[in-house]
């Protein structure tokens, strides 16, 4: 069991050179505390993301998403709490990354290559990826 109280600072910045590109850029402060004597637990965490995405006229559209995280925790990390209040990161450097790229096939077909990477901790990286076709009637 865990009672959680948190504080959290979070920025964001938006970029717009041309129509066609997007960047983001945002930083995340974030200080848990579990309150419950049984289990004292507390985790700083902070994370830096960029996302950009290029989205020519026409197709195909590609997103990439890049986050470091670092987490300090104070308590048992390998608890039932630690495991839920680190969304599955673990204590140290957190890579994690992503690649999409979309395609409108047709007026009714839309196709969507997925490419997930992360590297938390001291944990083996872990390489991901899926094909999605989706109709549309």
Do not use: M
């Not at 995280?69 to 140290?92: C, E, H, M, V, W």
């Not at 409108?104 to 991901?128: E, F």
């Amino acid at each position: 069991d865990y009672e959680l109280r948190f504080y959290r600072l979070e920025a964001q910045a938006s970029w717009l050179p041309v129509q066609t590109y997007r960047a983001q850029a945002s930083f995340r402060y974030q200080q848990d505390e579990n309150l419950l004597p049984v289990e004292p637990l507390r985790p700083t965490c902070k994370e830096s993301t960029t996302d950009p995405t290029y989205n020519p006229k026409g197709n195909p559209s590609y997103r990439l998403r890049l986050s470091y995280t670092s987490i300090d925790l104070t308590g048992n990390k390998r608890s039932p709490a630690a495991f839920a209040i680190l969304n599955g990161l673990q204590t140290g450097a957190n890579w994690l990354w992503s690649l999409n790229a979309d395609r409108q096939l047709n007026r009714s077909l839309q196709l969507r290559l997925t490419y997930d990477g992360r590297k938390t901790g001291t944990n083996a990286v872990v390489h991901t990826g899926s094909v999605q076709v989706t109709a549309v009637f």
